[in-house]
């Protein structure tokens, strides 16, 4: 498809389980970002990637989080030990280059955790 | 501490009334970006407008318009004669560093028929 692709949909894990999010961009973009909203809150930024550079992982709560984009295209976030803490929505976002250039968004990844 | 202020949690109105949403921001660049994304029920997060700190020229599109004020921060969202369609939340996002978005909680917009 033309947008970002993001799998699974939803996510179900018990408290201590591993688990990964994957994010395909859009094909060509440069940049590309991981976000996290919690219910009734607005997203917040984890990291950031420009080709397989991560520049910025200022936002990731803690070290059992990690994200990665090996070959400057597919992503993918991994949350290690997961707590309860941890459900939210995880957004992924791309965009042609780094100037301010709106990001695209995919439907998301739903993770709860029991 | 928040840069992106949406102080209306939840806005109810009726089809064809006009609606405002606010945004105030907080920043000491002199170089910024601001934009407003609309969330369906879907959960996508789809982009509406950018506007950088350089413009202050209001833009309108279709129903949509939008105010830029640097002297109050504020950047304003105003639909004309809304539609059920226009249901959704609604973010305010401002970028400094040239690539992070900081949104503001959101707006939950609810138009009835």
């Known amino acids: 498809g033309a947008g970002v692709s993001q799998s699974p949909r939803y996510k179900v894990a018990k408290r201590g389980q591993d688990v990964a999010l994957r994010c395909d961009p859009i094909?060509?973009?440069?940049?590309l970002f991981w976000y996290q909203q919690a219910l009734g809150q607005g997203p917040e930024f984890l990291t950031y990637f420009q080709n397989e550079a991560q520049l910025d992982k200022s936002g990731l709560p803690s070290d059992r989080f990690f994200a990665e984009r090996p070959e400057g295209s597919v992503s993918t976030l991994k949350i290690q030990r997961t707590q309860q803490e941890d459900s939210a929505v995880y957004l992924c976002?791309?965009?042609?280059?780094?100037?301010?250039?709106?990001?695209?968004f995919g439907d998301g990844t739903r993770l709860s955790i029991l | 501490a928040q840069k992106v202020t949406q102080a209306q949690t939840e806005i109810s109105v009726v089809e064809k009334e006009d609606v405002t949403l606010d945004c105030v921001y907080e920043t000491r660049d002199t170089t910024y970006y601001l934009f407003w994304y609309k969330q369906p029920p879907s959960g996508e997060l789809v982009f509406l407008i950018r506007r950088n700190s350089f413009d202050e020229q209001n833009e309108i599109s279709g129903r949509y318009s939008w105010n830029f004020q640097k002297s109050t921060s504020s950047f304003n969202f105003t639909i004309t004669a809304s539609q059920v369609v226009d249901s959704a939340v609604y973010f305010c996002a401002l970028s400094e560093a040239g690539y992070a978005l900081n949104f503001g909680k959101g707006t939950s917009l609810l138009v009835t028929p």
């Open positions: 094909s060509g973009h440069v940049s």
């Open positions: 976002a791309s965009s042609q280059d780094l100037a301010n250039q709106p990001q695209h």
